[in-house]
């Protein structure tokens, strides 16, 4: 029996990848001058995982390694006016509209009455305003905003629930946040892919009872009800 049901937000509820994506690609044409974009690319995602535990997850853990980037790949010698435009890049993303994913609005009318918890990482200014403007916030019995998705963090999470781990399920893009640590700690993962994920998001998918798949949100809540039946 599934007692609660954790909701990732982030290209789960919303889309979120895309518009780091389309900012990559305006920091790459920026820098065109100094390397290609592949190289670019590369660069920023290492500048990006080196500084994880500095910066956190989220678009202001993004805009500094843009500028970091910019700085080695030019050998110091980009000029204020390209740091601004960075910066610039940077703040849209932090105003940008919040656009539902098909299928959400659909999949929580049919889990309502759930014990539904929004569990998402990244920068909390930046988390509670999407949340706020994406009017799902009534939806949820508990929004918890993390710095990052380990075990321990979940554990923590069900502890303050009061939720058993193997009667929680988890669902949300990504492998590594969503169902492994779920998985690990007994409770059951749902992967629902994007057609985006960030690459440091990516993990092998375990060959384990508790970890699922679904094409999309709207296969939600058939599962959990199969999850149900199967425990009856």
């Known amino acids: 029996m599934i007692d609660a049901i954790g909701l990732d937000a982030d290209d789960t509820l919303w889309e979120n990848e895309t518009f780091f994506r389309m900012t990559e690609g305006e920091f790459a044409a920026l820098l065109a001058d100094h390397a290609d974009g592949a190289d670019i690319a590369g660069r920023l995602l290492d500048v990006e995982r080196a500084n994880l535990v500095r910066y956190g997850f989220g678009i202001k853990g993004f805009m500094l390694p843009m500028v970091q980037t910019a700085i080695e790949l030019t050998d110091g010698r980009i000029d204020g006016r390209a740091i601004g435009r960075i910066l610039e890049l940077g703040q849209d993303m932090l105003a940008h509209p919040v656009h539902l994913l098909p299928g ?14 929004l569990i998402t990482k990244g920068d909390l200014i930046d ?11 009534e939806r949820f ?9 380990s075990p321990e963090s979940y554990a923590r999470v069900l ?4 939720i058993a781990p193997e009667r929680f399920l988890m669902a949300g893009n990504s492998m590594k946040s969503d169902v492994l640590p779920v998985v690990e700690l007994g409770g059951h993962g749902v992967f629902i892919p994007h057609d985006l994920t960030w ?34």
Do not use: T, W, Y
Not at 141 to 147: C, H, K, W
């Open 141 to 149: 019995e508990a929004v918890e905003i993390l710095a990052d998705k």
């Open 159 to 162: 502890f303050r629930a009061n």
């Open 199 to 232: 690459a440091i998001e990516h993990a092998c998918a375990p060959d384990h009872p508790r970890a699922h798949r679904l094409d999309g949100i709207d296969g939600l809540p058939a599962l959990v009800a199969r999850l149900d039946s199967a425990d009856a």
């Open 104 to 117: 959400v609005q659909q999949a929580l009318e049919a889990l309502e009455g759930r014990r539904l918890i």
């Open 127 to 137: 988390q509670e305003r999407k949340i706020a403007a994406s009017g799902l916030a």
